[in-house]
């Protein structure tokens, strides 16, 4: 007999595993005060219309993963709610991360930007007039997977299994077993304090080298690096780990330098140990030194229900 690895449900993950793509567009969108209904309709038609898009062009492999705010659960559902889901939670330490509205975000990801474009139209028409696009970002592909800072992106995300264990619920949360939860931040960086730093120093602050992409040993790794700060571990020393999708944006008429973060996660409080870390600080006083050079404007946390779930929600 074969072992089944999936989630102790069988309900089908929306398409959260999806390896990092040239084009992606996220939606951060408000729900209407009557809008429930409405909206709770067009969850159901989310996978038919990704289809539609998709299908005309298969190679561009277009996905969607919708995200739904603590908020706006209690909102659109009844019955049991997500075990961790609650609001971005704000934090004031030697950096501030807002928490700013959002009810339901919208990940598109192709490997065109006119796939991306043409769902979030459709998207956007069903969803008028029951919510309404409050942040909308179009994230490209820059160089070799670098973001603005010129740093590659995204290596030490964890694949296969190690992913799928990182990022979907399973048994201590059996109701909404397959399901995830996501993180948004939109940064924006000063660009010009930034490049007034060395090479060197710049790799300090990420600890890892800028060219080759490879990480520092731990001896000569800075403690306020994003790379120390960012690798947690459980009683027993193994990594805690997340999966970021991180895409670059920006504006060159009005110095629009931007990342905007996208982090997967089975249990926010991974997440949030992270952002601790970064924002606040660690006990030995280290935050982390890129949020010397970005400041995050947005900051969301959403449950990603299974596509089973979004395809027949309950109530609609
Ligand atoms: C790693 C950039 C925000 C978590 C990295 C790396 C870069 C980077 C260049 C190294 C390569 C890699 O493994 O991907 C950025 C930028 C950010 C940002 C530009 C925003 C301005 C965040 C946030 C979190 C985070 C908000 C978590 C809350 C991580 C983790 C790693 C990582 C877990 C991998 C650590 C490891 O296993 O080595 N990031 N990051 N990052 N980042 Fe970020």
Not at 10 to 26: D, N
Not at 48 to 71: D, H, K, N, W, Y
Not at 266 to 278: F, T
Not at 291 to 316: K, M, Q, R
Request: proline share 6%; aromatic share 8%; with cysteine.
């Amino acid at each position: 007999s074969t072992i089944d690895a999936r989630p102790s449900s069988s309900a089908e993950p929306q398409a959260v595993l999806t390896p990092l793509t040239e084009a992606s567009i996220f939606l951060t969108l408000v729900i209407e005060p009557g809008g429930e209904d409405g909206v709770r309709g067009v969850l159901g038609d989310v996978s038919g219309l990704r289809r539609s898009v998709g299908f005309r062009l298969p190679e561009g492999e277009l996905t969607c993963v919708i995200g739904i705010g603590s908020a706006a659960w209690d909102r659109l559902f009844d019955g049991p709610r997500p075990r961790s889901l609650h609001p971005f939670r704000e934090l004031h330490g030697a950096h501030h991360a807002p928490s700013t509205p959002g009810d339901l975000l919208v990940h598109l990801r192709a490997h065109r930007l006119d796939m991306c474009f043409e769902l979030a139209h459709l998207l956007r028409n069903r969803l008028r007039p029951h919510a309404r696009v409050v942040d909308e970002v179009h994230g490209f592909r820059f160089f070799d997977e670098r973001d603005l800072l010129g740093f590659v992106d995204g290596t030490e995300n964890p694949e296969g299994n190690a992913a799928r264990t990182a990022v979907l619920i399973g048994e201590e949360d059996p109701a909404f077993a397959g399901g995830s939860y996501v993180v948004t931040q939109k940064y924006l960086h000063d660009m010009d304090g930034w490049d007034a730093l060395s090479t060197e120093e710049q790799e300090d602050a990420i600890g890892r080298t800028k060219l080759q992409d490879i990480e520092m040993s731990d001896d000569r790794k800075p403690p306020n690096s994003h790379i120390a700060l960012n690798v947690i571990e459980d009683e027993n020393g193994d990594e805690k780990e997340i999966l970021r999708f991180n895409m670059p944006f920006g504006h060159v008429g009005t110095d629009e330098f931007g990342t905007y973060f996208v982090g997967y996660t089975r249990d926010p409080a991974v997440l949030e140990q992270m952002l601790q870390n970064m924002f606040v600080g660690t006990a030995e006083g280290h935050h982390d030194r890129i949020l010397d050079f970005s400041t995050a404007i947005t900051g969301n946390l959403y449950f990603v229900p299974t596509a089973d779930f979004l395809d027949d929600p309950p109530g609609a």
